[in-house]
């Protein structure tokens, strides 16, 4: 199973920007998607962004769309998160997987590292 090791995270203040990075340890075109992933204390997991292998569309939770942008570098098996206007509410534990649609709603599909934690706070 292909690991994944994020990493960017900090301490922002609101109306920031952080640039998150994940690094695969292989390749991740046999997965249907991947992707990256938040968690908060307290709070349910939620998908934040994600692009399938199958045609190359891109998913963003509403709460971000038009402030965060996902990008990757095949060559480098590397997957970015550009985040801008950084709002309190997107403080939690960011996290890349690989990701497989179920009922209209992307799900991890590999095991979760330690993530990176981003915080905005002023």
């Known amino acids: 199973q292909v690991q994944f090791v994020e990493s960017g995270g900090g301490l922002v203040q609101p109306g920031g920007s952080l640039r998150l990075s994940c690094v695969a340890s292989?390749?991740?075109?046999?997965?249907?998607?991947i992707g990256w992933f938040r968690q908060a204390p307290g709070k349910e997991r939620e998908a934040v962004s994600c692009i399938s292998n199958r045609d190359g569309s891109i998913y963003y939770d509403d709460s971000v769309k038009g402030r965060f942008t996902i990008s990757r570098d095949n060559a480098k098996n590397t997957m970015y998160l550009q985040m801008n206007s950084l709002k309190s509410e997107d403080t939690a534990n960011y996290f890349c997987?690989?990701?497989?649609?179920?009922?209209?709603?992307?799900?991890?599909?590999?095991?979760r590292g330690q993530g990176t934690q981003v915080t905005v706070s002023s």
């Open positions: 292989g390749a991740t075109s046999n997965y249907y998607a």
């Open positions: 997987a690989a990701a497989y649609p179920v009922q209209g709603m992307y799900v991890p599909l590999t095991s």
